[in-house]
């Protein structure tokens, strides 16, 4: 049995579902607010100062801090149905489609959040390890579960998920990955069969070196 390693934003999605949930999911005078209290993070963000691995969490944690599970997730469950059909890649469903028909175990390993992602991949017929948000009394807390589902962390995140499964890595015959970003260089590294912006690496060292122009 091989196992296949996927991406979301920007991989399996020609855009940034993360930060369109978050327009989507958030109320106007929340959304408002919101930007006024995370604009510093924002502009260190586009400075590059900021990695998005640290501001994704502080502007979830702004759009969802104590918002019932129940409205998050309808909305959700509506952002699957009326926003990704548009950004999903052809390409995508290709290869998803073709890993399925080979009989390979599929994760989606990815930074975006759970609300819609559980949704998704439970449609698609795939397993997810992605940002999840943390609950308390039926309300989100704004904070994450388990951390930023991105570089270290989606090698450490799948492999806590394949021990909840009784597998490891070294059961699989063949590992394949795809990515687009920095973050997805050490999930690529564990793969026999590497692709970067959908295109074949033979090593992550070609990545590095695209990344770099």
């Not at 959304?31 to 510093?40: K, R, W």
């Amino acid at each position: 049995m091989n196992l296949a390693l996927f991406d979301f934003d920007g991989t399996i999605t020609n855009q940034d579902a993360f930060t369109e949930f978050l327009f989507f999911a958030t109320p106007k005078a929340r959304t408002l607010a919101g930007l006024m209290v995370t604009s510093p993070v924002i502009a260190l963000y586009k400075l590059g100062i900021l990695p998005a691995r640290y501001t994704r969490p502080v502007l979830a944690k702004v759009a969802f801090c104590h918002r019932t599970v129940e409205e998050v997730n309808a909305l959700g469950a509506r952002f699957v149905s009326e926003y990704l059909p548009s950004v999903i890649r052809p390409e995508a469903l290709v290869a998803l489609k073709w890993h399925q028909s080979q009989g390979d175990k599929i994760y989606l390993v990815s930074a975006s959040l759970s609300p819609y992602l559980d949704i998704w991949c439970q449609q698609h017929g795939i397993e997810v390890v992605c940002s999840r948000l943390a609950e308390k009394h039926k309300r989100y807390t704004g904070g994450y579960l388990d951390g930023d589902c991105s570089l270290d962390n989606k090698v450490r995140l799948l492999k806590k998920r394949l021990t909840a499964e009784q597998l490891c890595l070294t059961q699989f015959d063949k590992i394949y990955a795809y990515g687009d970003t920095y973050e997805d260089i050490p999930m690529l590294e564990l793969a026999d069969e590497k692709f970067f912006n959908w295109q074949k690496v033979t090593d992550t060292q070609q990545i590095r070196e695209q990344l770099a122009k």
